[in-house]
């Protein structure tokens, strides 16, 4: 919404400050968004003369003039047709910054003849399109010369912009900003101007009709409209005109001028048809599919049931609150007009203008609601402005339907202001500020009776009556309270879930990764490789392919990170993120993954060459040395999950495997990943990784801080070596829990330091050195004792796996 | 009878003190010092030689004569010992000279100093901190949600212009008319926190959030954090207070100058924008300093509308909400020019403003250093 300063001081009498009125304006919730004086970029502009205007000697269409702008005269080459002797114009000399054609000017030869300066049109400007040529200012003005343009021309008045939220309709016109500042104080509000109040000669000769099932009445309840006939239709006064420039509408015709400052001036949106043109009565009623409508400027709609029409016996006119028809606009030649002052719901009109994608302002109007009880005056103020600017003779007001009248009345207990906002307003303030607003108050009891006025269709009930004081007395001044706080320590806040989250993150960055977030939505094609693609989690809308399918894990994202990396020559890369992922639109169906990925040589000792060892490629045991360390860091014993090769397809099926507890509950997997995958993705280089779900994992007992007493036995610890000859496809898990089990209360621990196959082993053979930790309790262990466990694992592990003790 | 002992053999035994003492100086190396206390103090060494003769002594010359093979047994012993640690230090001190590392070469510099933590999960823990520590718990929602969470029970109805402005992504409609979104804001927690307990709340809801927009200042899928505050009594004082307290804590400044602008937004009623002002120093953003001013948050008193929604007396409880973009404060703190790369995971990007794995935010150690 844009207005200038001189034009709300039509509505406000102030003696404010341009930077007063913006502090207000943004207090009171119109928010200032720029402000701009034209005559700041143009105060380099003087009003001159042509002298003469004499034939360029070598261009047919250029004129060289010397120019008179009041201190001096000037050669100026023009090539606009209109430049001639006599002519008043705008004058910029060299050095002057031109803004419509983005230069700065300088001595120039043009054709070989010399030009000092530029005769300007008012494109160059920045007033207008206009470019025919340049600018033709009245005689009269000859008395100006060398006067600043923007003084002589009255310019020098500031343009406001300011935000509407969509609460504001009533801020869309001039007069709903100015009533807003008055009630803060900075003014008083002028009587407002009620339009032609004389007596009409004549009746409405063009019969409204509003034809709607009783069920849609709400579509278009009143329909006012005055028929003015003798008009002259030409250019609309100059000062209307500068207005309508100002804030950036391009000035047509005294009529088209006259609905556009109606609209912005009040609100209050108008349309004018030419009534020569009408065809029988002019009926306000919704489309019917198969109807066409010609917008102005000539674009051809498809109407349907769900839209608001205006209609005579030709046809549709008009998209009611919309937009108005090419045919029966007004144009240049209309001698008749008739008005249309409607209201129309806003739910229609914002659903007619998204279908035909038309944003007018009366669309933007109507959609936020339009004073429901200003048809009648609407047509007022069109009668006078066409009367005063074109002549003519009005008629009667004619209305179909009556103005809806909203008439809420509120109960406001003004005590619920300070309940609310901690701030003491006195009564006598509040009536001030809401009467001020145009609220009426019935205050005989503590509780007020407010009645809304007709344009403020967003206050319903007593929380936004506290709004309305609050605002204008000013959040600034509402007093900051301490919240009151816990007494003692403050207890923690988090649920297990985001500790281990946070837990998970801060272990897998202490492990080298890097954490990235990627994006929610990943490519639909790409979701299909890691499970995910279906219907129900592609967007309906996407804003991009790339963006459009919900995803099913962290990987398809990490992955395609890890290769942009590598594109750019980072293809060492370990990334991981902890984020959601989609099984379902239910809420159940979104989980929290933890993932990350290696690529290339990003071990955990680092990654690319080093001087103390050979560079290696990251493998699946680095994939499983992560997820390992996040269950252990999450209170998971890793080793008491069991390990299957029940990865999903998206990982190497022999080069991966699952971490799970029972057949049931998969806490998650881990590996290379699959190659053709990796071909997908366009992936360069060998890349590894883990996938876990928090959710899955079982909460840790409820327990005391306390640990137990620690158990550290005198006795020294005995290592022994075994060696066992295996089937090539035994686990080497098996044979570790085997020997493990051999004398649970003295093997302490298990762990495999070789493996390793060879011809000397026999074809489909394979060695697996183990080093088993015994732990004597109570007596030291004789070397019988030792070689008794020695037997019942050699014998454990033959049982389990067919191993044999290599010799 | 004991045999006597002339004080010539006293003489001798200062000739073998000497001559021992000369070996022992000429032992070059560990083993000829051994060889030397073998024929020395050894079972059929020299000394012990004497020392056997004693037995055919009168007491008298056995006392003095035993007393001075004593003392010469002692001083050999010393002379040996020492001589021994002397032949030790030198040949520990040649293996050491033979033993030098180039102590110029790299170390890696290990993964505790590779990996990092992203900017929006720092943010998130501070944010988390500051307000644990005014007795906000964390709330979380899913993603996915229905028009009813994200706008109905939020006062947003089909018709409101809100609803068309938030340019909503959708997932297909079901066959009874339904249709899931991605919701467009982290208010929908408020629904569902509200709706699964009373009074009183004090929440705080991070999370990830979805609109169809994309430029200089847009992702399509950005960070909100939510804040509520349900009980009998809290009012627009507090908010202004806990928005203060945070702005103050999560910035890192002593003060901090905030203004309040009335706004809109459908769930609250008063509505609030809030500026905080800033000084442009560079690249940098310093806050409570200059005279600029920047929007950095929504809230308001909760709509009496929602209240209902989720069967809440409006008469008996009131509250407030704000909301803030956990990218535009990340942006804001940590100096980064631009909003896109956040989520485009390049590793120069996370390595210059990701944080190291042991940089848990917490208020006692402050929350950025």
């Not at chain 1, 020098?156 to 709903?176: Q, S, Y």
């Not at chain 1, 962290?554 to 942009?564: E, H, I, K, M």
Request: aromatic share 6%; with cysteine.
């Amino acid at each position: 919404m844009k207005f200038t300063l001189d034009w709300l001081k039509d509505h406000l009498e102030t003696d404010a400050t341009l930077q007063e009125i913006c502090d207000v304006l943004d207090r009171v919730g119109l928010e200032v968004e720029s402000v701009e004086n034209p005559a700041d970029k143009l105060a380099d502009f003087v009003i001159a003369k042509v002298e003469h205007a004499e034939q360029h000697p070598n261009a047919d269409k250029l004129r060289v003039c010397t120019v008179n702008d009041g201190k001096a005269t000037h050669q100026v080459v023009c090539g606009a047709p209109n430049a001639r002797t006599g002519l008043i114009g705008v004058f910029a000399g060299p050095g002057v910054y031109v803004p419509g054609i983005d230069m700065t000017l300088t001595k120039a030869k043009i054709r070989d003849v010399e030009s000092f300066g530029m005769l300007c049109s008012e494109r160059e400007l920045e007033l207008s399109d206009e470019h025919d040529g340049i600018i033709d200012l009245d005689e009269a003005l000859g008395a100006h010369i060398g006067e600043r343009f923007v003084d002589v021309m009255k310019m020098n008045d500031p343009v406001i912009e300011i935000a509407i939220t969509p609460n504001r309709p009533d801020a869309l016109g001039v007069r709903g900003v100015a009533r807003d500042l008055a009630a803060a104080g900075l003014g008083t509000l002028k009587p407002e101007n009620k339009g032609f109040t004389g007596k009409a000669t004549f009746d409405c000769p063009v019969e409204i009709k509003l034809e709607f099932d009783a069920a849609d009445t709400i579509a278009c309840p009143a329909f006012a409209g005055r028929y003015i006939r003798g008009v002259k239709n030409g250019p609309s006064a100059p000062w209307m005109q500068k207005r309508l420039t100002a804030i950036g509408l391009r000035p047509i015709n005294a009529l088209v001028d006259i609905t556009n400052y109606v609209s912005y001036d009040r609100g209050r949106p108008l349309h004018a048809y030419d009534a020569d043109k009408l065809k029988g009565p002019i009926r306000a009623r919704l489309g019917a599919s198969g109807e066409k409508f010609t917008a102005l400027g000539g674009t051809v709609y498809d109407v349907d049931e769900d839209m608001t029409v205006i209609a005579d016996d030709s046809g549709v006119l008009a998209l009611g609150g919309v937009m108005g028809g090419e045919v029966t606009g007004s144009t240049d030649t209309t001698t008749n007009v008739f008005f249309e002052s409607a209201w129309f719901d806003p739910v229609r009109t914002a659903n007619c203008g998204r279908k035909v994608n038309i944003n007018s302002d009366a669309r933007y109007r109507f959609e936020r609601g339009v004073d429901p009880q200003s048809e009648k005056w609407g047509t007022d103020l069109a009668a006078h402005y066409v009367l005063e600017m074109c002549g003519g003779e009005t008629s009667a007001m004619a209305i179909a339907g009556e103005e809806p009248d909203p008439q809420l009345v509120i109960d406001f207990d003004p005590a619920l202001i300070v309940k609310l906002t901690g701030l003491n307003v006195k009564a006598a303030e509040t009536k001030k500020i809401l009467a001020s607003l145009g609220f009426t108050i019935d205050g005989k009891s503590d509780v007020l009776k407010v009645t809304v006025p007709s344009w403020r269709p967003d206050v319903h009930g007593p929380a936004d009556l506290v709004e309305e004081v609050i605002r204008i007395v000013g959040i600034d001044t509402v007093p900051s309270v301490p919240m009151p706080r816990g007494i003692g320590v403050a207890k923690p806040v988090m649920t297990e879930r985001q500790k281990r989250i946070r837990h998970a993150k801060h272990l897998l960055a202490g492990r080298g990764l890097v954490e990235a977030v990627t994006y929610s939505f990943i490519q639909s094609d790409v979701a299909a490789l890691f499970g995910g693609g279906s219907g129900a989690l592609e967007l309906a809308n996407p804003i991009s392919s790339e963006m459009s399918s919900m995803r099913p894990s962290l990987l398809a994202g990490l992955l395609q990170a890890a290769q942009r990396n590598a594109d750019r020559g980072l293809g060492d890369v370990a990334l991981f993120e902890v984020g959601q992922v989609y099984a379902g639109d239910e809420p159940g169906d979104q989980t929290t993954s933890v993932a990350a990925i290696r690529m290339g040589t990003a071990t955990l000792t680092g990654a690319g060459r080093d001087w103390r060892g050979s560079e290696t490629s990251v493998d699946v045991f680095d994939a499983k040395a992560d997820a390992a360390a996040v269950l252990a860091g999450l209170g998971l014993d890793p080793t008491k999950a069991q390990i299957t090769r029940n990865a999903p397809g998206w990982f190497h099926p022999g080069r991966s495997g699952t971490f799970q507890l029972g057949p049931k509950n998969v806490l998650g997997h881990f590996g290379e990943v699959h190659p053709s995958v990796a071909a997908k993705l366009g992936l360069g280089r060998a890349a590894v990784a883990f996938e876990l779900t928090i959710e899955a994992l079982p909460s840790p007992k409820k327990k005391t801080p306390s640990r137990g007493a620690v158990e550290m036995a005198d006795l020294q610890q005995v290592k022994r070596d075994f060696a066992f000859v295996v089937d090539a496809n035994i686990a080497a898990g098996d044979l570790v829990r085997a020997a493990q089990g051999a004398e649970k209360k003295l093997i302490s621990g298990v762990s495999v330091f070789d493996v390793f196959e060879g011809a000397s082993l026999g074809e489909g053979k394979k060695s697996i050195a183990i080093e088993v930790t015994l732990q004597p309790r109570g007596q030291t262990m004789t070397d019988e004792d030792i070689e008794a466990v020695a037997s019942k694992i050699v014998a454990q592990v033959k049982k389990a796996t067919g191993g044999e003790i290599r010799g | 009878m004991g045999k006597t002992i002339d004080t010539a053999e006293y003489g001798d035994l200062e000739a073998l003190e000497t001559a021992l003492l000369g070996e022992l100086d000429a032992a070059g190396d560990l083993a000829a010092l051994e060889d030397f206390r073998v024929g020395a103090l050894g079972k059929k060494g020299r000394i012990s030689a004497l020392m056997k003769t004693l037995g055919q002594m009168e007491p008298d010359a056995r006392k003095s004569f035993g007393q001075s093979v004593n003392g010469l047994k002692q001083r050999v012993s010393d002379a040996l010992e020492a001589r021994k640690s002397d032949l030790g230090e030198a040949a520990l001190a040649a293996r050491l000279a033979t033993e030098t590392a180039d102590v110029t070469l790299p170390v890696r510099p290990g993964p505790e100093m590779m990996g990092r933590i992203h900017p929006i999960s720092q943010v998130w823990d501070e944010l988390t901190e500051i307000f644990a520590d005014m007795g906000f718990s964390v709330a979380e929602g899913p993603d996915i949600e229905t028009e009813e969470k994200n706008f109905d029970k939020l006062n947003i109805p089909a018709s409101h212009p809100a609803r068309q402005e938030m340019d909503t992504f959708y997932f297909p409609t079901k066959e009874d008319g339904s249709r899931k979104l991605l919701r467009t804001h982290t208010s929908p927690v408020q629904i569902r926190t509200m709706e699964a307990q009373q009074p009183p709340i004090r929440i705080i809801a991070p999370g990830r959030v979805y609109r169809s927009d994309y430029d200089q200042t847009h992702t399509p899928m950005f960070h909100q954090v939510e804040g509520l505050v349900i009980d009998d009594s809290t009012h627009m004082g507090h908010l202004k207070w806990c928005l203060e307290e945070f702005c103050k804590a999560f910035f890192e400044v002593d003060k901090v100058k905030m203004k309040f602008r009335a706004s809109h937004f459908p769930f609250t009623e008063p509505s609030m924008e809030v500026d905080i002002q800033y000084a442009e120093v560079g690249n940098e953003v310093r806050m409570g300093e200059g005279d600029k001013w920047m929007e950095i948050l929504g809230c308001g008193m909760v709509h009496p509308n929602v209240l209902r929604a989720v069967g809440y007396d409006p008469e008996k409880v009131q509250g407030w909400a704000f909301g803030v973009g956990i990218e535009r404060i990340t942006t804001l703190k940590y100096g980064m020019p631009d909003l896109r790369p956040m989520f485009a995971s390049d590793m120069r990007w996370l390595k210059h403003y990701g944080f190291l794995p042991f940089d848990v935010p917490s208020l006692a150690g402050g929350l950025s250093s």
